[in-house]
C-alpha cells in the first residue's frame, strides 16, 4: 500500500526511461489497484509487464470492497500475486481461497504469481517444509500439468518480509529445490523443470547477485527495494543473463 497513481505513473517512467527495457529479463510490476489503469498506459509500449496485487475469485457478485479478475483482466493485467503473506497472516486469507484465486486467474488467461512461505514460529519449530508442503498441496490441488506450468512461484518467508532480514541464498536455494520437488510430485517432472519460482523477503541490490546465483531460484519477487527506481534497476541489472527470471 504505497504510491499514489500519480507517484507510481513517476516512478515507472524512471524504470521504462533507462536500461529496464532488456529482453533477456521479465520485469512485471504491481502498482494498487487505483494506479493500475495510468500506469498500464504507461507500460503499453515496454517490455514491462502490468501486475495486480489481489483478486476476488468470483467474476461479479455481492462482495464490497473486492476486485473482480474481469476488472483486472480490461485494464490490461497479465499477472496477479496470489495468497502474499500479508494477506494470509493479517486479512486471514486460507488456503481454500487462495486455490480459488489461482483457478480464476488461470481461466482468465492472466498469470498467478502463488506466494507461499513460513511464520518465525514455524521456523523456528522446524516446520517449514511441513508448512510449505501443505500451501503448495491445497493451493494447486486440481489443476492440470499445463496449468501448473502456467504460474509463477513465490517463496517468501513471512519472517523476511519488511523486516531487512534475509534467507541465507543457500538457505532460500534449498527450500525453493524442495518446492520444485513437491511440484514434480503433483504435476511431473517436466513441469517441475519448467515453472519459475522466486524469492521474496528483503531482495535488495546488497544480497540479489547471491541469491540468484543459486541453481533453483529463477528469480525475485522485491518489496521494499522496489519502490526505489536506482535499486530495482540494480536488481533487474543482476537479473541479467540468468537463464529463466
Keep these: 500500500m504505497h504510491n499514489t497513481a500519480g507517484e507510481a505513473v513517476e516512478l515507472v517512467r524512471s524504470l521504462v526511461s533507462s536500461r529496464s527495457t532488456k529482453k533477456d529479463v521479465d520485469v512485471v510490476v504491481c502498482p494498487p ?39 483486472l483482466k480490461e485494464l490490461g493485467v497479465r499477472y496477479v500475486i496470489v495468497g502474499h503473506s500479508e494477506r494470509r497472516k493479517i486479512l486471514g486469507e486460507t488456503d481454500e481461497m487462495i486455490r480459488k484465486k489461482v483457478r480464476k486467474v488461470l481461466e482468465k488467461d492472466m498469470i498467478p504469481i502463488l506466494c507461499v512461505g513460513e511464520t518465525l514460529e514455524e521456523r523456528k519449530a522446524g516446520r517449514t517444509e511441513e508448512i510449505i508442503r501443505r500451501q503448495i498441496e491445497e493451493d494447486l490441488r486440481g489443476l492440470r500439468a499445463e496449468e501448473v506450468k502456467q504460474a509463477v512461484i513465490a517463496y517468501e518467508p513471512i519472517w523476511a518480509i519488511g523486516t531487512g532480514q534475509s534467507a541465507t541464498a543457500e538457505d532460500a536455494n534449498r527450500i525453493i529445490g524442495f518446492i520444485r520437488g513437491l511440484v514434480g510430485d503433483l504435476a511431473g517432472q517436466e513441469t517441475a523443470a519448467a515453472i519459475r519460482i522466486l524469492y521474496g523477503g528483503s531482495v535488495k541490490p546488497e544480497n540479489v547477485r547471491k541469491l540468484l546465483g543459486q541453481p533453483h531460484i529463477d528469480g525475485a519477487l522485491v518489496g521494499g527495494a522496489s519502490l526505489k527506481a536506482g535499486e530495482f534497476l540494480y536488481i533487474i541489472d543482476e537479473a541479467s543473463g540468468k537463464e529463466k527470471i
Excluded: C
Design 33 to 71: 489497484f487505483t494506479a493500475l489503469r495510468d500506469v498500464g498506459e504507461e507500460l503499453k509500449s515496454y517490455h514491462i509487464r502490468l501486475g495486480a496485487q489481489n483478486v476476488h475469485w468470483e467474476d461479479t457478485g455481492a462482495f464490497t470492497g473486492e476486485i473482480s479478475p474481469v476488472m
